[in-house]
C-alpha cells in the first residue's frame, strides 16, 4: 500500500504561485513514476504533470508547460508541483498519484495510476 498525503492548496490571485506538497508513506516511495492531476467541478481529472522514479525525466501538459514544476525528493519520500503565473482555469482540486511501476517510463493517464490522494483545493480568483 503506498498513502499519499497532498498539502500546499489554497486561494491566491491570478499571476500568483503556490507550492503543491504530496507526502508519500507505505511502499518504496523511490520505485514510482509520480503524477499530479486535476478536476475541476463539472469537469473530468486531467493530467498536469509526471515525473520519472528518479527525477530524471518529467511531462506536462500543455496547458501548465512553462508556467508549472514537478519535483521529487526520494530522500524525504515527497513530490512538489510548482505552480507558477496561476490562472483563474487552473482553479480545481489537485491530486497526487503514483504509479507502481519498475521502469523509467513517464505516465500520463488517470488508468496507469494505483494509488491517489485525497486532494488539496486551489482556487485563483481574477
Known amino acids: 500500500q503506498v498513502q499519499l498525503v497532498e498539502s500546499g492548496g489554497g486561494l491566491v490571485q491570478a499571476g500568483a504561485s503556490l507550492r503543491l506538497s504530496c507526502a508519500a508513506s507505505g511502499r518504496t516511495f523511490a520505485s514510482h513514476a509520480m503524477g499530479w492531476f486535476r478536476q475541476a467541478p463539472g469537469k473530468e481529472r486531467e493530467f498536469v504533470a509526471t515525473?520519472?522514479?528518479?527525477?530524471?525525466?518529467?511531462g506536462y501538459a500543455d496547458s501548465v508547460k512553462g508556467r508549472f514544476t514537478i519535483s521529487r525528493d526520494n530522500a524525504k519520500n515527497t513530490v512538489y508541483l510548482q505552480m507558477n503565473s496561476l490562472k483563474p482555469e487552473d482553479t480545481a482540486v489537485y491530486y497526487c498519484?503514483?504509479?507502481?511501476?519498475?521502469?523509467?517510463?513517464?505516465?500520463?493517464?488517470?488508468?496507469?495510476?494505483?494509488?491517489w490522494g485525497q486532494g488539496t483545493q486551489v482556487t485563483v480568483s481574477s
Open positions: 498519484a503514483a504509479a507502481l511501476r519498475y521502469d523509467s517510463r513517464l505516465y500520463y493517464h488517470v488508468h496507469e495510476y494505483d494509488y
Open positions: 515525473i520519472s522514479w528518479n527525477g530524471g525525466s518529467d
